[in-house]
């Protein structure tokens, strides 16, 4: 698993960030989607931070090796999540602290986490920017602290990302590991 930082001009839409992060990589269209990637503010006016989370780099991009997680450790979390139930096939976004806490505990469940504890912040919708889509992607950032019960699937979870929109710069779980001593 291998991450990067690369600094791109500020995209306006979910869409022109995936555009960006795709021509990066020098992806072909009709290949399916290999990386996650989450767009940081920059303190320079203009640009933003991408990173960006494969198995794959390009040669002209020198990646980092990213730290495997550890089952029985603890770990600060961040994750910039597009939160959703499903109703008879339509897509409701979750609204409250409540809700969005239930999926979490769902999501890193199903992946081999345990939540400790996470602070819920509801950040202003993202516009999609495709032509034929004229919608904004509900966004919610999330800090805290997880458990890590099944390590297998915890990797599984920081390449494939949790929830939906993971092509739009959802779902990419940071892990920092909290010193257990």
Request: with cysteine; net charge positive; hydrophobic share 40%.
């Amino acid at each position: 698993m291998l991450e990067t930082i690369m600094t791109f001009p500020t995209p306006e839409t979910a869409y022109a960030s995936h555009q960006a992060v795709w021509n990066a990589l020098k992806r072909e269209d009709g290949v399916k989607r290999n990386f996650l990637f989450r767009v940081v503010p920059s303190r320079q006016s203009g640009l933003s931070l991408i990173k960006i989370r494969s198995l794959e780099m390009p040669e002209n991009i020198k990646p980092i090796t990213c730290h495997k997680p550890e089952s029985g450790s603890h770990y600060q979390f961040s994750l910039l999540a597009h939160p959703v139930k499903r109703i008879s096939g339509q897509e409701y976004a979750l609204k409250t602290e409540a809700e969005v806490k239930s999926w979490l505990e769902m999501q890193l469940e199903r992946n081999g986490m345990n939540l400790v504890s996470c602070c819920i912040e509801f950040i202003p919708a993202i516009p999609l920017g495709k032509k034929k889509f004229n919608i904004s992607l509900h966004a919610v950032e999330i800090h805290g602290r997880l458990l890590i019960i099944n390590a297998h699937k915890a990797e599984s979870a920081m390449i494939e990302g949790i929830g939906r929109c993971k092509s739009m710069g959802f779902g990419m779980l940071e892990l920092k590991e909290i010193d257990n001593a």
